[in-house]
């Protein structure tokens, strides 16, 4: 099965995504996708309240004044924004424009509340749904026309060393966030005629699919004072000067979950990071005729042993067991224990780990193996997906090699970074695109790659 029909087909199956909503490029996140975006921005969210980030939460409409007020930012979003026109039959004065994201709205707050140096920094966020006109092929979670999940940090300094050391900051804070859930990357620095409309600079967060093409999974702009000259956003600096504010922003959206989907599973599924999952134990008592109390009430006092420690269910249902480990194979629970008759008599539980597929039968009492074992397949995951990433990486030092590594071993390729070289002509000639400028291995590099 090809990587775009297994992924359709386990946003359906396991109950993520439901994609028959008529409208072209949106969705609904059912229950069991719902809990894994929950767990997942809860750590996004916990990442940034560590750092001294607060959470807010600003209107969805944006006056079309407002919006067009920095020339580069409408100019690259102009033809990704949904209007509203009417109020009812009414025809508004003043269009507005469902958030493509939120600078404009968020920086004309910044100018009501910055008076003096002291005022600054600031370090907002909010995790809401954005709107852009995507024009290209649009794909469950990865690109929405309505981004369900869109979690924006936008900041302002007195200093622009400050704004760099923010721009610091939040990559260490996604380089958190996505080791944590076991999502490899590459981060590159956007080329000029790639950077986000309105940006001094932009740094990407690249990973790669299992069908070779790589994804853009979170970016970082330094923002400059681009949008604060537009804004007005003047302060009083400590010698009495007016200087405007340096600024920050960046984002992660739902392509964290299509990551986790896509860069963990296997074709039996999902296998997911324990610190995302829904379940990450399953019990699936194996009853046995005339045995029937005996293993209930072993798989009750084992459930109620791990219920305060880790989101556990005990599956009762009146089904096949075979058919309950298909089940939840399939959607991707990390550890499943079987108990049955058996291992009762033995004082033993089985345990069954997603990620290796390994069976292993431990004593009842040993908790501590079920503790042991979930690290260990955080840890696996990790290695394996970063293992597969590397794979991906080829160095090139000629770029006539370029696009038949692309064509046949696809990933991302890297040359020895060269101002020459640096333009869109390249991209044209390999027929892919410039992720930008790399640091691999201590040397700079062009890395270049199939996108989504
Ligand atoms: N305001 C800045 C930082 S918050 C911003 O909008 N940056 S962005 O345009 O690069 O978007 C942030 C991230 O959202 C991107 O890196 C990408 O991973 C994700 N993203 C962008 N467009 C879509 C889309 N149509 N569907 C899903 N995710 C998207």
Not at 1 to 29: H, Q, T
Not at 36 to 64: A, M, N, Q, S, V
Not at 179 to 204: H, M, N, Q
Not at 269 to 286: D, K, M, T
């Amino acid at each position: 099965m090809d990587f775009s029909e297994w992924y359709s087909n386990i946003l359906e199956r396991a109950g993520i995504f439901d994609v028959r909503y008529p409208i072209k490029g949106c969705g609904v996140y059912l229950p069991y996708g719902f809990k894994i975006r929950k767990y997942t921005f809860e750590i996004l969210r916990d990442l940034l309240d560590r750092t001294g980030h607060e959470e807010t939460l600003f209107p969805l409409l944006i006056p079309e004044t407002l919006l067009k007020k920095e020339g580069e930012h409408i100019k690259g979003f102009e033809e990704e924004v949904y209007w509203v026109t009417h109020g009812g039959s009414k025809e508004l004065d003043v269009k507005l424009a469902l958030r493509p994201t939120s600078e404009t709205s968020i920086y004309y707050m910044f100018k009501q509340w910055i008076k003096v140096h002291t005022d600054m920094p600031i370090k907002i966020y909010q995790i809401v749904n954005t709107f852009r006109y995507e024009t290209k092929h649009t794909r469950p979670l990865i690109r929405l026309r309505e981004i369900m999940t869109f979690k924006e940090a936008h900041t302002i300094h007195s200093t622009e060393e400050d704004a760099e050391k923010q721009v610091r900051e939040a990559i260490e804070i996604y380089k958190k966030f996505f080791d944590t859930i076991g999502v490899p990357y590459l981060i590159s620095t956007r080329p000029e005629w790639d950077k986000f409309p309105g940006a001094k600079y932009t740094v990407a967060f690249d990973t790669i699919f299992p069908d070779g093409r790589a994804i853009q999974i979170g970016t970082v702009h330094n923002l400059g004072q681009h949008f604060s000259k537009a804004f007005d956003i003047v302060f009083e600096t400590p010698t009495g000067d007016k200087d405007y504010g340096y600024q920050t922003c960046y984002g992660i959206s739902d392509r964290a979950i299509a990551s986790i989907i896509a860069i963990h599973g296997d074709e039996k599924g999902l296998i997911l990071p324990p610190i995302v999952a829904p379940y990450q134990i399953v019990i699936v008592p194996l009853i046995f005729k005339g045995k029937e109390e005996l293993v209930m009430d072993k798989a009750k006092e084992i459930y109620n042993k791990l219920k305060d420690k880790y989101r556990v269910l005990l599956d009762d249902r009146d089904l096949r067991p075979g058919k309950k480990f298909n089940e939840w194979e399939l959607k991707g629970v990390p550890l499943r224990i079987e108990i049955g008759p058996k291992d009762i008599e033995n004082k033993k539980i089985t345990i069954y780990r997603r990620d290796t597929n390994e069976k292993l039968q431990i004593d009842e009492d040993n908790l501590e193996e079920i503790e042991k074992t979930l690290n260990n397949i955080m840890e696996y995951m990790k290695e394996k997906a970063w293992k597969k990433f590397d794979e991906y990486i080829t160095i090139v030092n000629n770029v006539n090699e370029i696009k038949e590594i692309l064509e046949k071993r696809k990933g991302i390729v890297l040359i020895p970074f060269n101002e020459e070289i640096y333009n869109e002509d390249l991209e044209e000639k390999v027929e892919a695109t410039i992720l930008g400028k790399t640091r691999y291995k201590d040397r700079d590099y062009i890395a270049i790659a199939k996108t989504y």
